[in-house]
């Protein structure tokens, strides 16, 4: 696959310098050296601000010379702290497979590019490229943890549980984020937005955190391994089973909301809501079990409620339809899948 005196890492930073002054120019004969004919490209928010993918050459070219100017991607390099450039063969193909990273305008990235040979040299096969933080706005974790000092130095204040309750409440403010359904993927954004110091609420129609598990039928265990489905910060312990049963999954749930610290309001219905304009912020309305009303204005709505096309998200300006509502249309939607199958 490679010339005798070519190594595998020489081969994957010739070609991520070629990237990078291509982009720089940007030259578009140049992009186009580096990429087969029949080429993929996924991007996730870090070039395009977009989440995409484009298949072929004469696709892939035009768009990254659209976006080169404005997201400024410099820094290519090898990720050394991620596995080594590596021969493998994925779907059928011999390819050199090599984790890098690369900064923008606006942030830092990461990626997974895959050379793959073209007569006398290595073309791009497939190319990755993922945001993983904004600058100015990075994770609170490691050094950049918090202090803890509002509540440990001042003994006649709040403590942190009072804090905490405080925060949860919303007596007096709104959330940034309304989160509508605790389960795997809420947790994930709540937990996310928690270290970005983005306000976020999630709220949920069971009694407790992981009952979206607990209430499924007895013998339910995860069907993917344990290894595509944790949660981040806080992994499943290395002796937990490949395929986690549900009470557990329920426990770790529940355990995980006060762990992260996030404000979760269960046994809490979304019932509807209408995005005001004037005021750039949604109104929703949420019930609760003893049929009390509450109206949150929140700025988003984030709505990770499974199956999306029969959950779809409303644009703002129109009205959210509360979702047992919206079922008999998701039925449909999936029938007229099947039928094109």
Same mark, same amino acid.
């Given at each position: 696959?490679?010339?005798?005196?070519?190594?595998?890492?020489?081969?994957?930073? =010739?070609?991520?310098?070629?990237?990078?002054?291509?982009?720089?120019?940007?030259?578009?004969?140049?992009?186009?050296?580096?990429?087969?004919?029949?080429?993929?490209?996924?991007?996730?928010?870090?070039?395009?601000?977009?989440?995409?993918?484009?298949?072929?050459?004469?696709?892939?070219?035009?768009?990254?010379?659209?976006?080169?100017?404005?997201?400024?991607?410099?820094?290519?390099?090898?990720?050394?702290?991620?596995?080594?450039?590596?021969?493998?063969?994925?779907?059928?193909?011999?390819?050199?497979?090599?984790?890098?990273?690369? $900064?923008?305008?606006?942030?830092?990235?990461?990626?997974?590019? =895959?050379?793959?040979?073209?007569?006398?040299?290595?073309?791009?096969?497939?190319?990755?490229?993922?945001?993983?933080?904004?600058? &100015?706005?990075?994770?609170?974790?490691?050094?950049?943890? +918090?202090?803890?000092?509002?509540?440990?130095?001042?003994?006649?204040?709040?403590?942190?549980?009072?804090?905490?309750?405080? $925060?949860?409440?919303?007596?007096?403010?709104?959330?940034?984020?309304?989160?509508?359904?605790?389960?795997?993927?809420?947790?994930?954004?709540?937990?996310?937005? #928690?270290?970005?110091?983005?306000?976020?609420?999630?709220?949920? =129609?069971?009694?407790?955190?992981?009952?979206?598990?607990?209430?499924?039928?007895?013998?339910?265990?995860?069907?993917?391994?344990?290894?595509?489905?944790?949660?981040?910060?806080? +992994?499943?312990?290395?002796?937990?089973?490949?395929?986690?049963?549900?009470? #557990?999954?329920?426990?770790?749930?529940?355990?995980?909301?006060?762990?992260?610290?996030?404000?979760?309001?269960?046994?809490?219905?979304?019932?509807?809501?209408?995005? $005001? $304009?004037?005021?750039?912020?949604?109104?929703?309305?949420?019930?609760?079990?003893?049929?009390? #009303?509450?109206?949150?204005?929140?700025?988003?709505?984030?709505?990770?409620? &499974?199956?999306?096309?029969?959950?779809?998200?409303?644009? +703002?300006?129109?009205?959210?339809? +509360?979702?047992?509502?919206?079922?008999?249309?998701?039925?449909?939607?999936?029938?007229?899948?099947?039928?094109?199958?």
């Amino acid at each position: 696959m490679l010339a005798e005196t070519e190594s595998i890492t020489a081969a994957v930073d =010739r070609w991520l310098e070629q990237l990078e002054r291509a982009l720089a120019a940007p030259d578009e004969a140049a992009l186009r050296a580096l990429f087969h004919p029949d080429s993929y490209w996924r991007d996730v928010l870090a070039l395009t601000w977009r989440i995409q993918t484009l298949g072929g050459c004469d696709r892939i070219v035009p768009e990254l010379k659209k976006c080169a100017r404005q997201a400024r991607a410099a820094s290519f390099a090898r990720d050394l702290q991620r596995t080594a450039p590596r021969e493998m063969t994925r779907a059928g193909t011999k390819a050199i497979e090599a984790i890098f990273r690369f $900064e923008t305008a606006i942030g830092r990235g990461s990626g997974v590019l =895959r050379l793959s040979p073209d007569g006398d040299g290595l073309k791009a096969w497939t190319l990755f490229t993922s945001l993983d933080e904004l600058k &100015g706005f990075e994770e609170r974790t490691g050094r950049a943890r +918090p202090t803890g000092v509002a509540y440990s130095r001042e003994f006649r204040g709040p403590n942190w549980l009072d804090l905490r309750r405080s $925060e949860a409440a919303y007596a007096q403010s709104d959330p940034a984020v309304l989160i509508v359904g605790g389960g795997h993927a809420g947790l994930t954004i709540a937990a996310r937005l #928690k270290q970005l110091q983005v306000d976020a609420l999630v709220v949920d =129609r069971w009694p407790r955190a992981g009952d979206n598990w607990r209430q499924r039928y007895h013998a339910l265990t995860l069907h993917n391994q344990v290894h595509v489905n944790h949660l981040p910060y806080l +992994p499943f312990p290395p002796s937990w089973p490949a395929y986690i049963p549900k009470d #557990k999954v329920a426990g770790w749930f529940e355990s995980y909301v006060e762990a992260m610290e996030i404000n979760y309001w269960p046994g809490v219905e979304f019932e509807g809501g209408r995005y $005001e $304009e004037g005021a750039a912020r949604w109104s929703v309305v949420l019930g609760r079990v003893d049929g009390s #009303k509450q109206t949150v204005r929140p700025r988003h709505v984030s709505q990770p409620a &499974g199956d999306p096309v029969a959950r779809g998200f409303s644009r +703002p300006g129109r009205a959210f339809q +509360p979702l047992r509502r919206r079922r008999g249309l998701g039925r449909q939607a999936r029938a007229r899948h099947r039928h094109r199958q």
